[in-house]
């Protein structure tokens, strides 16, 4: 708390107090008009210095100094009136130089901004000049069907005009090249017919590829329809084949290349049966077989007339005469000119020959009769014949005749007819038996658990004869005397 003189009446009153007790002034809004009274008066002050500022400014503005006296002068003044100086000509000529320099001035930006421009210009020009030189001579490539170069450069010139559309063209236009370059190979992959297929698929749209495509189209359909059998791989060859044709199903008629296919894969089915000695089977899958391809043809019309004439024959024809020689026919295949006429590199049936479990040779095929070996083999009307022998020249040749008729089988060695135990054929696999000591060879052969072996290693001595038969993943059997002597596991 303090004392403060009434700004009125000059008393000592409280600071707090809101009237003056003495003249009764109201404190607050006596404060308050004397602070409005206050602020308009600074306000007047500032409008006055503001005044004078632009009164002065006006008037420095409004004045030039002579540049002879050096005095101040109005700038209406023609002629100074102090010293008499033309002010008029002097304003006259400054204003004509500064209008001379800013001529000169803009001339000279004009100057530069048309330099600028030319030279840009001339850079644009040149790069694109350059530009469509190289767009003009990868077009050249493009339509020479140099597709590696036209990409190289395409890919250079980027969005340049159509340089981008044109780029994905030869790209694939250079795929199909080389498609046509795997296809012209000798061995053709997996991966080639894939890549190959992609590649077809991508270029039917584009008229630009048309001919190339359909020259690539057509050699794989040359390719299949020419395509050589391996008799090493028939099945593999023959999908192969099946796979290049499909390529070009939409565009070719590859009838004649399916059929081609289901006579070889018939062919080779029937092999394969032969080989399992499922005679049959092997028929059936003959019968499958067309007439138009000339392989396949051939191996169907020889089996089916061997199968037709001589099925009935088919097993181990066991006799007690002859020493126990037993006989066994059964049909397979071979590209072994000792066994049957040898028909490129491809198998053909032939009529299989054994005695005592070994098989005979052909002597008109081998020109040799010092094995064992046949000759005069002949069929027909229900009976087999031929001539054999079984250990070299020395013996004569035995005649043996089989025969079916009314279903009464018989057979006559050298025209005596001999007591026949069978004809038979194997057992089923659930009635063979393990190799034992004293099984006979035929048995051991036809009936036996461990199946035919892989290998017959044949021993001659003044004693007589003795065989090893090697089974792979089993082991030996030792035969002497048309039965198993000693076995190894």
């Excluded at 500022?53 to 003044?77: F, L, T, V």
């Excluded at 450069?153 to 340049?160: A, K, P, R």
């Excluded at 007819?417 to 035929?442: H, R, V, W």
């Amino acid at each position: 708390m303090a004392l403060i003189k009434c700004p009125n009446c000059g008393h000592e009153i409280s600071d707090k107090a809101e009237k003056c007790p003495h003249c009764g002034i109201n404190l607050m809004e006596f404060l308050e008009e004397q602070k409005n009274i206050k602020e308009q008066e600074e306000k007047r002050k500032q409008e006055e210095r503001e005044k004078k500022e632009r009164e002065e400014k006006e008037k420095i503005e409004s004045q030039i100094i002579c540049p002879e006296c050096k005095n101040s002068i109005d700038k209406g003044c023609v002629i100074c009136p102090i010293c008499a100086y033309p002010i008029k000509d002097e304003v006259d000529r400054k204003n004509k130089q500064k209008i001379k320099i800013k001529k000169i001035v803009s001339a000279v930006i004009i100057i530069v901004i048309i330099a600028i421009v030319m030279i840009m210009s001339l850079f644009f020009l040149r790069e694109k000049k350059e530009k469509e030189e190289k767009y003009s001579q990868a077009n050249n490539y493009y339509e020479s069907d140099q597709f590696d170069k036209a990409v190289e450069i395409y890919n250079q010139l980027s969005d340049y005009k159509k340089s981008k559309s044109k780029c994905k063209i030869a790209k694939l236009g250079k795929q199909l090249q080389e498609a046509d370059n795997l296809i012209s190979q000798n061995i053709i992959t997996e991966e080639d017919i894939t890549f190959c297929d992609n590649i077809l698929s991508e270029t039917k749209e584009y008229s630009k590829l048309k001919k190339i495509r359909n020259t690539v189209v057509n050699k794989v359909y040359d390719k299949a329809a020419e395509y050589k059998f391996s008799s090493n791989d028939l099945e593999g060859s023959l999908e192969r084949k099946y796979e290049l044709s499909k390529l070009v199903e939409e565009d070719k008629d590859i009838s004649q290349i399916e059929e081609i296919y289901v006579d070889y894969k018939a062919y080779n089915n029937a092999i394969k049966e032969l080989e399992k000695e499922n005679y049959k089977a092997a028929y059936d899958e003959c019968v499958k077989i067309s007439d138009n391809n000339e392989v396949p043809s051939t191996f169907k019309n020889s089996y089916k007339q061997l199968y037709e004439n001589c099925s009935p024959f088919i097993g181990a024809w066991k006799t007690e005469e002859y020493l126990g020689d037993w006989f066994e026919i059964s049909l397979a295949y071979s590209k072994d000119e000792h066994d049957a006429q040898n028909y490129g590199e491809l198998e053909m049936p032939y009529l299989r020959l054994s005695v005592a479990g070994s098989s005979m040779a052909n002597e008109a095929l081998t020109g040799d009769d010092t094995g064992n070996c046949y000759k005069n083999l002949t069929w027909g009307d229900g009976k087999i014949s031929f001539e054999y022998h079984d250990n070299g020249s020395q013996k004569p040749y035995h005649k043996v005749e089989c025969s079916i008729l009314d279903n009464n089988p018989k057979v006559y060695l050298d025209g005596k007819e001999c007591n026949l135990f069978t004809p038979q054929g194997e057992k089923a696999d659930s009635e063979k038996q393990e190799p034992y000591i004293g099984m006979s060879a035929y048995d051991a052969e036809y009936n036996c658990t461990w199946g035919k072996p892989s290998k017959k290693n044949i021993t001659e001595t003044q004693s007589g004869k003795s065989e090893q038969w090697v089974y792979s993943g089993y082991g030996y059997l030792y035969i002497e005397n048309d039965r198993i002597v000693a076995l190894q596991k």
